[in-house]
């Protein structure tokens, strides 16, 4: 019988339909849709929260943690553009520090949108999934099979969008209990899949949460430095996440990659890119 809680907090990134333009582009220009965030244990949720909000006192914050508006220092973080350089730099190491210190580890699904139409248009057309589908069944089963080496179940906690997206998300999770993944039988088995009867032991409880709830921003700020690194491995934010341990692959044998960790879907581009200059790719599918 299964203990204790382990919650996925989960954020999202990009856009999650194959063929919409993504708008104005950063300054990257790399062109995902991820869904994923932070694993915790619920016996470890007080600490993190407390970190949190000892971060925000010392600051004189009273804005969440968005962090897109951090990266760009606009509106909650406007001041921070007004402030010296030393400054800037001085806060955005108390936050990495943050990020390190919280009792939680990152885990996403990452789907590069021009590789998934480079794979999927000519196929299916206009009959191709939308990208959240196959994010938020990868991730939600990786973080399932992480629960599970725990000995734990697992509370599904994305950040609250409208109710027809809400329930869209709430339907691929009713379905991971009845049918299992979705995807072909005959290709994902290298992944291990779970069962449906795993999925319904394992899967507690699917419950939507604020952006401002405080969990739910440590999942915004793990997210974008997991989405760099699929593109860039020496992105540093991603890099030091990794060096200190705090992402999912850190705690599994290189090994057990491919099947539990972070996923990184339709990244053929980026293994080609890699293999040229000869610089090592993140492990992608």
Not at 34 to 41: F, N, Q
Not at 193 to 218: C, N, S, V
Request: hydrophobic residues 35%.
């Amino acid at each position: 019988m299964m203990s204790n809680v382990v919650n996925f907090y989960m954020d999202d990134s990009g856009t999650r339909h194959p063929d919409h333009d993504p708008g104005k582009r950063a300054v990257h220009a790399y062109d995902w849709f991820a869904l994923g965030g932070i694993l915790v244990r619920d016996s470890d949720e007080p600490e993190a929260q407390e970190l949190h909000d000892a971060f925000r006192r010392k600051w004189g914050l009273t804005c969440p943690l968005h962090s897109v508006e951090i990266r760009a220092r606009n509106e909650g973080f406007l001041w921070l553009e007004r402030r010296p350089k030393r400054d800037q730099e001085i806060f955005y190491e108390d936050l990495y520090q943050l990020m390190k210190a919280a009792p939680v580890i990152g885990l996403a699904c990452v789907i590069d949108r021009p590789g998934y139409n480079a794979r999927y248009r000519e196929k299916y057309g206009r009959q191709r999934w939308s990208l959240c589908k196959s994010a938020f069944t990868i991730s939600v089963e990786r973080a399932a099979k992480y629960a599970r080496s725990l000995n734990c179940r697992l509370r599904v906690l994305p950040e609250r969008c409208n109710k027809p997206e809400d329930r869209v998300l709430k339907g691929y999770y009713n379905d991971l209990k009845v049918v299992g993944q979705p995807f072909d039988p005959n290709t994902s088995e290298k992944y291990r899949p779970l069962m449906p009867a795993q999925f319904k032991e394992t899967l507690l409880e699917f419950h939507p949460k604020m952006k401002g709830a405080r969990m739910a921003q440590f999942a915004d700020l793990y997210l974008w430095p997991i989405c760099m690194g699929g593109y860039n491995a020496n992105n540093r934010p991603y890099k030091r996440l990794k060096e200190d341990g705090k992402l999912i692959e850190c705690t599994l044998p290189e090994g057990d990659w491919e099947a539990l960790a972070s996923k990184y879907y339709c990244f053929d581009a980026q293994k080609a890119e890699a293999l040229e200059t000869k610089t090592p790719p993140v492990k992608a599918g």
